[in-house]
Structure formats: structure tokens, C-alpha cells
């Protein structure tokens, strides 16, 4: 900066001063310049600083969020509330899970077999019917006067049937006289009393007449069969009168009414009239894998399978049955057996086409190890759970999950009856955590954790409240 004003201010020798205008008038000139450079640069010193601050802050308060904690680092050994519950067994029912849905035992399509004009419904839609119920009545006088004709039939070909009988009965008799005469005159021809051609003649009428007998005997066979033609007629026409009263074929629950009285219904239409549904008793329709066949067909006995059925929204009424059927074939597409029970449904809580859950009952497994549901852990690949240690602290224990009965969990393997495993709070967990149950020591963490901030540390402060709100979020 001296040069630079010595640049700008040549310095006057002292015997020239009188000629030169004096230093002291330039003095003013350099001062404002020199503060303002100064001011300049402290200011840039102090944001440059603030900025540091800022962004040391920022990564320890950030970068406390996002790492997860390991106990002891920094200096800082946290001890993490949560819930605990013990290892223990117990036996359990042996069960398999699947979503079924409910069928019902038989379901008719109910159409007219008979054409006309619908007179009359003897039910409302959604009504229980009885089976052999009236439900519809068809206008019968077509029919009926059909039945009349074919009667009128009938007799007319019986009195021709007793009429051709009748003649048939002279025509024997007839035939009869002819055969006492022709031996007769057997016996005067031998004497000679008679000539032997009066004897060739009544022979000959004999033979005659039971000619005509016989005739009329195929005649009267025709008649009889001309008469039952006509009592088959009758029959039919008694079966189609029948067809216009229209009753149910079994006893099950009405469902929408397809046509009302007035409308004219043709025989065996593509739309039926109404459908009637079988619901008590009931089948439940489910599927499982082909690996539980084996088990299933093990664990059948005489008194066979009990299901139960769960009805979504009514979970604390269960439906009971039994395995009444299981498929003879594997779904290839599926690698799934179709399986069914039978329910009695007497209160009318299934509904076909409902889709319910099942549970199939194989057996009982006797002193089982079960957790809390809630302590297992499902990871990408495996399942495991946070077993606490004497030391109390943490670790993870691979295992082996079976069934699920009321929010207990079966461990095939990897626990032992007595261990302690963490059933809340594994949010905030790491293997080697330091854990406490939860409410038990809570003050004194949080004053410890106050004091570590104190001594040194300034991220020990948003530590501490991001612990307060890690607390409340434990269960996720």
C-alpha cells in the first residue's frame, strides 16, 4: 500500500517544500479509501465464518437423522425403550389358512315348460320357498280342453275295443257250431248215411269260419293298441296340464322375478323366470397347496376335517363344517386342490357367492414355541426377531415362522423357551443395542443425554428431541 501511494504521491524533497503543495493536504484522501478496504474484508472474514458454522450445523444435525446409531459412537452409548415378552409353548391347533367362497348345494333355474299367459305369482322375490311351493300358475284352458280331446280318444277307442271283442265271440262261436257239425258228419259218413260231399262242405265252413275268427282277433289287436296310443295321449296331455302349475323342485331361497303375471312364457327360455338357491346346508369352496395334500389326507380320520369359517366384518361369530370333499385332480395351472365343506348354515349367515376365510384344523401341535406376533421381523429374505440379551442388549435371530393362532406365532426354529424378544420398538434397533423396558429409567436418559449436550457436543440438543419424537413412532 506504501508503494502504491508513493506511486500516486511522489514524495517532495524538504528543500522543495515551499515549492510543493504540503503533505498534510493529501492525508485525507488515503484514510476513507484504507477504512473501507479493511471493513470489506472483515465483513467477507465474518460471512465465511457464519457459513462454516451454518454447514457444521447442518451435517451433524442431518447427518445424526440419517445415520443409524451404533451404541458408543461419539462417545455416546443410548439405551433404547421398548417392550419385551417372553419366549413360551404351548400347544396349538395345527391349521391351514385359505380364502374361500361360499356355494350353494344346488341352485334351479326355473322356466315355463309349457306356452301361455302367465296368470299368477305365488311368491315375493327374496322369499324362502319350501320345495313343491306353488310359485307360478300358467292359463290352463288350452291344455285342458287337449285333455278332454284326448279322453274323448280314449273312450272311443275302447268301445271299438269291446265292440271288435264282440264279434270276435261270434265268429268263435260261430266257428264252434261248424266244428260239432263237421264231426258229425264224420261219424254219418262212415255209417253212409250221409254223401260225402255235404261232408267236404261243412268241413270246409269250419275252416272258414275260424279264418274270420282269427281276422277278427288281429282286428280287435289293433283296436287295443289304437287305445292304448290314445290313454298315452291322455297321459301327456295330463303331464302338460300339470306344466302350468309351476312348483319348486327344491326348498331353497327365491331370487329376482325375471317376468310378472300378465306376460306370455314359451317353453324352455333362454331367460329364466326366477332362480332358486339351496343355502342350507351350504358349501364352502376353498383351495390349498398341492405340498398339504399329503397332511390333509394324514390327519383325515372317520370323523373327518372341522373348518372355520370367518365372515368378513363378523369375525367374533364363526361358521363351523366339515371336509366333505377333496378334489380327485391337481389344478396343473395353479399347482391347487379344490377342496369344499359342508355347512349347516341353518341361521342363513352364509350367502352364496360370499367370499369368507378358512381355516382347516389338521390336528394339534403339543408344546409349541410362540412369540407375540408383533416380535417377528419380515426381512427381504428371511424372518427374524430382536432377542435381548443378559447384558441387555440386542441381537438378531433368524427363524422359522409356521401358523399364526390369535396373534401368537409359531417358531419352528431359531428360539428357545424363556428368551426375551423385543415385541415394540425395533424401529430404532441395531444388533448390540442397549435396550431398557420401556417407562424404567426414561428421566435419566433424557437428563444424561441433556448433559452429554452441555459438555461439548452441539448436536447432543437435536439428539435429544429427535429421540423424544423417535419415541412415538416405535411401532412402525
Not at 275 to 295: G, H
Not at 308 to 331: A, R, Y
Not at 423 to 447: I, N
Request: glycine residues 10%.
Amino acid at each position: 500500500m506504501e508503494e502504491q501511494v508513493s506511486r500516486e504521491f511522489p514524495s517532495t524533497p524538504v528543500g522543495r517544500a515551499s515549492s510543493a503543495e504540503p503533505l498534510v493536504a493529501d492525508t485525507p484522501q488515503i484514510k476513507p479509501r484504507r477504512r473501507g478496504k479493511t471493513r470489506t474484508r472483515i465483513v467477507q472474514i465474518v460471512s465465511v465464518l457464519v457459513l462454516v458454522v451454518v454447514l457444521v450445523f447442518l451435517w451433524r444435525f442431518l447427518g445424526d437423522k440419517s445415520s443409524p446409531r451404533t451404541p458408543g459412537a461419539g462417545g455416546r452409548n443410548e439405551v433404547v425403550p421398548v417392550e419385551m415378552a417372553a419366549v413360551t409353548q404351548r400347544d396349538v391347533p395345527t391349521v391351514l389358512k385359505a380364502i374361500g367362497n361360499v356355494e350353494p348345494l344346488s341352485t334351479i333355474a326355473i322356466r315355463s315348460q309349457v306356452e301361455g299367459v302367465l296368470q299368477s305369482v305365488a311368491f315375493v322375490p327374496g322369499q324362502e320357498v319350501k320345495k313343491g311351493a306353488v310359485l307360478f300358475q300358467v292359463d290352463s284352458r288350452p291344455l285342458q280342453a287337449a285333455l278332454s280331446q284326448a279322453e274323448a280318444n280314449l273312450l272311443k277307442a275302447m268301445a271299438q275295443v269291446r265292440q271288435g271283442q264282440d264279434i270276435v265271440a261270434k265268429d268263435e262261436a260261430t266257428a264252434n257250431n261248424d266244428q260239432v257239425i263237421a264231426k258229425r258228419d264224420a261219424n254219418l259218413l262212415e255209417a253212409g248215411v250221409i254223401a260225402r260231399e255235404q261232408y267236404d262242405n261243412d268241413v270246409a265252413k269250419l275252416k272258414a269260419d275260424q279264418a274270420t275268427v282269427r281276422a277278427d282277433q288281429s282286428a280287435v289287436a289293433n283296436l287295443q293298441a289304437a287305445q292304448k296310443a290314445e290313454q298315452a295321449a291322455v297321459e301327456n296331455a295330463r303331464v302338460q296340464l300339470s306344466y302350468t302349475t309351476i312348483r319348486a323342485p327344491i326348498a331353497g331361497k327365491t331370487g329376482n322375478l325375471a317376468v310378472t303375471a300378465g306376460n306370455l312364457v314359451q317353453p324352455n327360455a333362454t331367460t329364466s323366470m326366477v332362480t332358486i338357491t339351496q343355502s342350507a346346508p351350504i358349501y364352502v369352496t376353498f383351495s390349498v397347496p398341492e405340498r398339504d395334500l399329503m397332511r390333509i389326507r394324514q390327519s383325515s380320520g372317520a370323523s373327518g376335517l372341522t373348518a372355520e369359517v370367518e365372515i368378513p366384518g363378523d369375525e367374533s361369530n364363526h361358521v363351523f363344517g366339515k371336509l366333505s370333499l377333496v378334489d380327485n385332480t391337481v389344478d396343473v395351472a395353479t399347482g391347487t386342490v379344490r377342496l369344499k365343506a359342508t355347512c349347516q348354515n341353518d341361521d342363513r349367515r352364509l350367502y352364496p357367492g360370499q367370499f369368507v376365510n378358512v381355516v382347516l384344523t389338521l390336528g394339534i401341535q403339543n408344546q409349541a414355541i410362540v412369540v407375540p406376533s408383533q416380535a417377528v421381523q419380515i426381512g427381504q429374505d428371511k424372518s427374524f426377531v430382536y432377542v435381548v440379551k443378559a447384558d441387555m442388549t440386542v441381537e438378531t435371530r433368524t427363524v422359522k415362522i409356521g401358523t399364526t393362532i390369535e396373534n401368537m406365532t409359531v417358531i419352528d426354529d431359531g428360539l428357545k423357551p424363556g428368551e426375551q424378544v423385543v415385541t415394540d420398538g425395533q424401529l430404532r434397533l441395531v444388533p448390540g443395542a442397549k435396550v431398557q423396558t420401556r417407562g424404567q429409567g426414561g428421566g435419566q436418559g433424557r437428563q444424561g443425554g441433556q448433559g452429554e449436550g452441555q459438555g461439548g457436543n452441539p448436536g447432543a440438543q437435536g439428539n435429544q428431541g429427535e429421540r423424544r419424537r423417535g419415541g412415538g413412532n416405535q411401532n412402525q
